[in-house]
């Protein structure tokens, strides 16, 4: 955590236990990520955001968003979905 919000930077992490899937949200009061660094990141073959968060989710059938205001701090919102019973 300190290497990407700085040495004075708190972290949140709540996890909810929803009728079809858990919900994990973490978040931060460290400096935020800047504008297009994402883009740029995937952009230059950097993919961990882009395949190895949201690519896996979405292959889940989950889903990752991620909210970050410079100055402010980052929230990432991690949905996965409850596996189904099969009805045999």
């Known amino acids: 955590?300190?290497?990407h919000a700085g040495e004075g930077a708190?972290?949140?992490i709540l996890i909810e236990d929803e009728p079809d899937a858990v919900l994990v949200?973490?978040?931060d009061d460290g400096p935020g990520i800047p504008e297009g660094r994402l883009v740029d990141a995937e952009r230059?073959?950097?993919l961990g955001v882009a395949q190895s968060i949201r690519g896996r989710l979405r292959d889940l059938?989950?889903?990752a968003d991620l909210e970050s205001v410079p100055?402010?701090?980052t929230e990432v919102e991690l949905r996965?979905?409850?596996g189904r019973?099969?009805?045999s």
């Open 61 to 63: 059938g989950g889903s």
């Open 80 to 82: 996965v979905p409850r």
């Open 1 to 3: 955590m300190r290497q």
């Open 44 to 46: 230059e073959g950097r």
């Open 25 to 27: 949200t973490v978040r």
């Open 10 to 12: 708190r972290a949140f």
């Open 71 to 73: 100055g402010q701090g």
């Open 85 to 87: 019973k099969d009805a």
